[in-house]
């Protein structure tokens, strides 16, 4: 079983391998990055979030979307600036590492 999923595997392009990925984990398509983003692994990003546009003055994203972004520190303090403010609801949040997700509380969205 496990020789037939490597070969499986081996003859698969890199993109067929990350939509079974985003798949496995229950991951759904949002307006911004998507879920297995070349973001994700860049050193700099230390913050995934999902969040709701609820203003048409938000920076990110129309009124009534649904987006996934992949932040730093600064970009992640500058989403929860527009938190405060009204423009955005974030529903999801996961630190960062090495392009793995650590979500802060199981049942978030993803």
Same mark, same amino acid.
């Not at 307006?31 to 860049?42: E, I, N, V």
């Given at each position: /079983?496990?020789?037939? %999923? &490597?070969?499986?595997?081996?003859?698969? @392009?890199?993109?067929?391998? /990350? %939509?079974?990925?985003?798949?496995?984990?229950? =991951?759904? %398509?949002?307006?911004? *990055? @998507? #879920? /297995? +983003?070349? =973001?994700?692994?860049?050193?700099? @990003?230390? *913050?995934?979030? $999902?969040?709701? &546009?609820? @203003?048409? %003055?938000?920076? &990110? !994203?129309?009124?009534?979307?649904?987006?996934?972004? #992949?932040?730093?520190?600064?970009? #992640?303090?500058?989403?929860?600036?527009?938190?405060? =403010? !009204?423009? $955005?609801?974030? $529903?999801? *949040?996961?630190?960062?590492?090495?392009?793995?997700?650590?979500? +802060? *509380?199981? +049942?978030?969205?993803?």
């Amino acid at each position: /079983m496990f020789c037939k %999923e &490597v070969l499986m595997q081996r003859n698969s @392009t890199i993109g067929e391998l /990350m %939509e079974r990925k985003r798949i496995q984990d229950g =991951a759904k %398509e949002y307006q911004g *990055h @998507t #879920y /297995m +983003d070349l =973001a994700r692994f860049d050193d700099a @990003t230390k *913050h995934m979030i $999902i969040f709701d &546009v609820l @203003t048409d %003055e938000s920076p &990110v !994203g129309w009124k009534g979307e649904r987006n996934r972004l #992949y932040l730093s520190d600064v970009g #992640y303090q500058k989403a929860l600036d527009n938190q405060k =403010a !009204g423009n $955005i609801k974030i $529903i999801s *949040h996961a630190a960062v590492a090495k392009g793995n997700l650590y979500y +802060d *509380h199981r +049942d978030m969205a993803r």
